[in-house]
């Protein structure tokens, strides 16, 4: 199983950001993927969730309204289109896939404890 972030970079205030996951060595059906992010001396944090049925998501307060999860299983990629960024967004971004069940059981999707498998992260930079 293996997850492959990308997509981060340095943009402005207000501007946006594309993230990508591409996944291989497993169904991505069978499972939830999610979005995290870290910088240092903090927890890492749940920023949004999406299991396999693609209406069930999860969002972090802090960017609902500027940041939408999607997934395309036959490409076995999964995104995250980040809008409206500021200076908190700034971050280590992380994605992570879970099997499908634990993700649909869970009470708090967006907690990192549940994600079994996770890729390498991708930095966001949001500065003028």
């Known amino acids: 199983v293996q997850l492959q972030a990308s997509g981060g970079g340095l943009v402005q205030p207000g501007g946006s950001l594309r993230l990508s996951c591409a996944l291989s060595?497993?169904?991505?059906?069978?499972?939830?993927i999610g979005w995290f992010r870290q910088v240092p001396g903090k927890e890492r944090e749940g920023v949004s969730t999406?299991?396999?049925?693609?209406?069930?998501?999860y969002y972090a307060d802090s960017v609902k309204g500027r940041f939408t999860i999607s997934r395309d299983n036959a490409k076995k990629m999964v995104y995250l289109e980040m809008n409206s960024l500021n200076a908190d967004d700034t971050a280590v971004y992380y994605c992570?896939?879970?099997?499908?069940?634990?993700?649909?059981?869970?009470?708090?999707?967006?907690?990192?404890?549940?994600?079994?498998?996770w890729g390498q992260g991708t930095l966001v930079t949001v500065s003028s």
């Open positions: 992570a896939a879970t099997f499908d069940p634990i993700f649909r059981q869970a009470t708090i999707k967006g907690d990192p404890k549940i994600y079994r498998y």
């Open positions: 060595g497993f169904t991505l059906n069978d499972y939830a």
């Open positions: 999406i299991g396999s049925l693609k209406s069930d998501t």
